[in-house]
């Protein structure tokens, strides 16, 4: 059996794809499994550290909206066509699979033309356009989030990396906080962005680093490999430990007792699948979806909230300190994240891909 999956731009439609392969190659590894990307997106460094083959298609930006402007590129959207179509054909593929961004609507329309089963998944629960069309053109569409908004979808989770579905925050603390160089009887805040919006958080965070340490607490500040800071907070304890990269996301987030960060879709799906409650800022852009992930959390219990404009220090030392400080709290919060996580979406979407596919 061969397998085409297609998503890329940002990790949110990449990681997922990803989880799917190794799920995938766990059923049977004979399976082969080619993704389809763009040469603009985190696909080109994050599909090939990975093992899997890349091929690349010419990107053709969408608007989010149905309008007019999408008649003015039919000559640019019919090459990504024909170039996804030269793909499914030099690999064979039995069933495509697709999970949005750029790449996402070129191979859902070449699939169609070949007459293949295709497969949508939709992280987030306001999809963008490349998967309402693809909802389209099948039968077999499946969410990360309950209630989405794209007709006869079926609510499976959405898939993650095993580093994550298998982690034992309990058991792996310790080991996760002196690999950081964190102490192990401290409360800690984990702070992350993205390589793209941490701007705000970042500034926040740092500005509020001289009140959280005067109260015992060590932070593990991931800054995003695209963002700088003008000034560090001065070494010494509790710790404040900056980072500009963590590849080892699994133990940050077992060092951590909360989480100061962003509400996309694949980050809300970690954290709950882990249970770390967090402090979500969604990003103020976009068409909203990053406030309604947050929501289904905060209503959960297992985290909170603010917008991006009213984040600020003393927001921090006010609502983020006083959790830290609270041992019951966060394990209370820790407890109603993980009730809404899901651990076994990617074997679960890997089992439906083989059966469609058959």
Request: aromatic share 4%; hydrophobic share 45%; net charge neutral.
């Given at each position: 059996?061969?397998?085409v ?13 990803l ?10 590894p ?21 093992g ?6 010419p ?18 959207l ?20 697709g999970f949005?961004?750029y ?10 033309r ?36 794209l007709p006869?979808?079926?609510?499976i989770?959405t ?12 058991s792996?603390?310790?080991k ?10 401290r409360?800690?805040l ?36 695209k963002?700088?800071?003008?000034a ?21 987030y ?11 879709a694949?980050?809300?799906a ?8 967090a402090?979500?800022v ?20 297992g ?15 006010q609502?983020?300190l006083p ?36």
């Amino acid at each position: 059996m061969r397998v085409v999956l297609a998503g890329g731009g940002t990790a949110g439609h990449i990681e997922p794809a990803l989880a799917l392969a190794d799920a995938l190659r766990r059923l049977d590894p004979s399976i082969g499994i080619t993704c389809v990307g763009t040469e603009r997106g985190l696909e080109t460094r994050l599909v090939p550290a990975r093992g899997y083959e890349l091929e690349l298609v010419p990107a053709v930006p969408l608007p989010r909206a149905m309008t007019p402007s999408l008649l003015t590129m039919p000559g640019r959207l019919a090459g990504a066509i024909n170039a996804v179509s030269a793909v499914l054909d030099r690999t064979k593929a039995d069933i495509l699979v697709g999970f949005g961004g750029y790449v996402a609507t070129p191979a859902y329309l070449a699939a169609r033309r070949r007459g293949m089963p295709i497969i949508v998944h939709e992280a987030n629960p306001r999809p963008g356009l490349a998967n309402r069309l693809g909802a389209r053109l099948t039968d077999h569409v499946f969410t990360g989030f309950p209630d989405g908004a794209l007709p006869k979808a079926e609510y499976i989770g959405t898939p993650l990396r095993q580093d994550i579905v298998t982690l034992d925050r309990l058991s792996t603390g310790d080991k996760a906080r002196s690999w950081f160089g964190l102490e192990n009887d401290r409360p800690t805040l984990l702070v992350f962005g993205g390589s793209l919006g941490a701007q705000s958080i970042n500034q926040a965070a740092l500005a509020a680093a001289p009140a959280l340490r005067a109260a015992g607490m060590q932070v593990l500040h991931v800054l995003g490999p695209k963002n700088t800071v003008e000034a560090e907070p001065p070494p010494g304890d509790p710790q404040y430990v900056l980072l500009p990269y963590v590849d080892r996301m699994d133990l940050a987030y077992a060092a951590a007792d909360l989480a100061l960060c962003r509400s996309g879709a694949l980050t809300c799906a970690e954290l709950t699948a882990v249970g770390l409650p967090a402090a979500y800022v969604p990003l103020p852009h976009g068409n909203g979806e990053q406030r309604l992930n947050a929501e289904r959390v905060v209503q959960g219990g297992g985290g909170l909230m603010v917008d991006d404009a009213e984040l600020s220090p003393d927001w921090i030392i006010q609502n983020v300190l006083p959790i830290l400080r609270d041992p019951e709290r966060v394990a209370v919060m820790s407890e109603a994240a993980s009730r809404l996580g899901r651990k076994d979406a990617d074997i679960s979407l890997a089992r439906k891909v083989l059966e469609i596919a058959r």
